[in-house]
């Protein structure tokens, strides 16, 4: 079974700052991966997600994302962060196989940003 | 586009009781629809997998007497904790396939359970 680990619970930064999730996921065939931004109060949002491709995926309000096979990562990016960017983010893993529609989600990420 | 909402957003319910929770996709078919559960600070776990017109598939360790899916149409599923207890007490979301749509799930917002 596939799983995901997202080994930064809780992250402080001051506006502006450069931002860096890390997301593994452990699974030996083709996956899906994506990133869900749930802000306070609010119901999880995607982010990006990638299928095939560029590993460079660009998704939306500034965030990017780099698959890197060989090191089964999937981690986010984001070059300058704002205040509005406080939120929890999940990675999460669809793994091709005899459940293709599952999503395993790590444990998430707090990205708390400062003024 | 691809809207997932979820009725109540909030029910508190005495111990025994049963608590009914609906999720539609408001402007897309759903086919496959799909329950987690989120504790405190924790992530989300998959419960089932909910597919129109069948039975839904239960992950391990979900009880499907007691978490009963029903999944009537391509734009609506319902998730019935019959019985409830204090420890059912949690934030339960569904999420939507959009049929044709490659494998992306959209969320609804959510729906908390307090049982008393």
């Known amino acids: 079974a596939q799983s995901v680990s997202q080994h930064n619970h809780h992250v402080i930064l001051s506006e502006a700052a450069s931002l860096e999730l890390g997301c593994n996921y452990s699974y030996g065939g083709t996956v899906n991966l994506f990133w869900y931004v749930q802000y306070p109060g609010q119901h999880l949002q995607l982010l990006l997600k990638?299928?095939?491709?560029?590993?460079l995926v660009k998704g939306i309000k500034g965030f990017e994302a780099e698959f890197i096979k060989s090191k089964f990562s999937f981690n986010l990016r984001k070059p300058s962060v704002q205040w509005s960017d406080t939120a929890e983010y999940f990675c999460?893993?669809?793994?091709?196989?005899?459940?293709?529609?599952?999503?395993?989600f790590g444990t998430g990420t707090r990205l708390q940003v400062t003024l | 586009g691809a809207v997932v909402s979820q009725h109540p957003s909030r029910v508190i319910c005495k111990s025994g009781t049963s608590v009914k929770i609906e999720c539609r996709s408001l402007d897309f078919q759903a086919t496959t629809m799909f329950w987690y559960r989120q504790f405190p600070k924790q992530s989300l776990m998959l419960m089932a997998t909910?597919?129109?017109?069948?039975?839904?598939?239960?992950e391990q360790g979900v009880e499907k007497d007691k978490f009963l899916i029903n999944h009537a149409s391509l734009t609506l599923s319902t998730l019935t904790v019959t019985s409830a207890h204090p420890e059912d007490s949690s934030f339960y979301i569904c999420?939507?396939?959009?049929?044709?749509?490659?494998?992306?799930?959209?969320f609804g917002p959510g729906t908390r359970l307090l049982v008393l």
């Open positions: 909910s597919n129109e017109g069948s039975k839904a598939t239960y």
């Open positions: 999420s939507a396939r959009q049929a044709g749509i490659k494998e992306t799930q959209y």
């Open positions: 999460a893993v669809n793994a091709w196989g005899g459940t293709a529609s599952k999503l395993t």
């Open positions: 990638y299928f095939s491709g560029d590993p």
